[in-house]
Structure formats: C-alpha cells, structure tokens
Nanobody, 124 residues
C-alpha cells in the first residue's frame, strides 16, 4: 500500500509558476513510477506527466511540454511538478498517482494509488 499526499496548489495569475509536491509513504517508493493527472470542473481526469522509477525517463502531455517539469527525490519519497507559464486552462485539481510498476504510463488505469488532489487556479 502507498499513501500519497499532495501540496503546493493555490491561486495564481497567468504567467506565474507553482511547484506541486507529492509525498509518498508506505511501501518502497523507489520502485514505483509516478504520475500527475488533473481534472477540471466538468471534465474527465487527464494525464499531465509521468516519471519512471529511476527518474531517468519522463513523459508529458502535449500542453505540458516545455512548461512543466516532473522530477523525483527518492531520499525524500517525493515527486514534484514544476509548472511555469501557467494559463487559465491549467486550472484543475491536480492528482499524484503511483504505479506498482517501474515504467511510465499516461493511462489512468495503469496507476494503483492516488492522492486526494490539490487545487490549482490560474486567473487571467
């Protein structure tokens, strides 16, 4: 079992930056691939970014490429999502997720554990 707790969300203006954090506890974190998803009001949850167990492979949804960076600190059992040049369209609840697998995936169903989410609101 893995427990995930996100933090770092908030209200910002367009063009600002935020860094989301997700702290994992429970079973070994170092062998889990991790991902970030988001869900805007009235929309389905969508993939944002993923990172493999080693941190050496990352994968991004097209709108996140060049603006968002996913990283992990195994010593702290934490995965981060650095978000730059935020846009109103990035407004959503952001969820951290963990796989019982070492490789990246953009598939919602590939993730076994989920955090409670953190709200990001970007005003224009």
């Amino acid at each position: 079992q893995v427990q995930l707790v996100e933090s770092g969300g908030g209200l910002v203006q367009a063009g600002d930056s935020l860094r989301l954090s997700c702290v994992a506890s429970g079973r070994t974190f170092s062998s889990n691939a991790m991902g970030w998803f988001r869900q805007a009001a009235g929309k389905e949850r969508e993939f944002v970014a993923a990172i493999d167990w080693s941190g050496g492979i990352t994968y991004y949804e097209d709108s996140a490429k060049g603006r968002f960076t996913i990283s992990r600190d195994t010593a702290k059992s934490t995965v981060y999502l650095q978000m730059n040049s935020l846009e109103p369209e990035d407004t959503a609840v952001y969820y951290c997720a963990a796989r019982s697998h070492t490789g990246v995936s953009a598939n919602y169903n590939a993730y076994d554990y989920w955090g409670q989410g953190t709200q990001v609101t970007v005003s224009s």
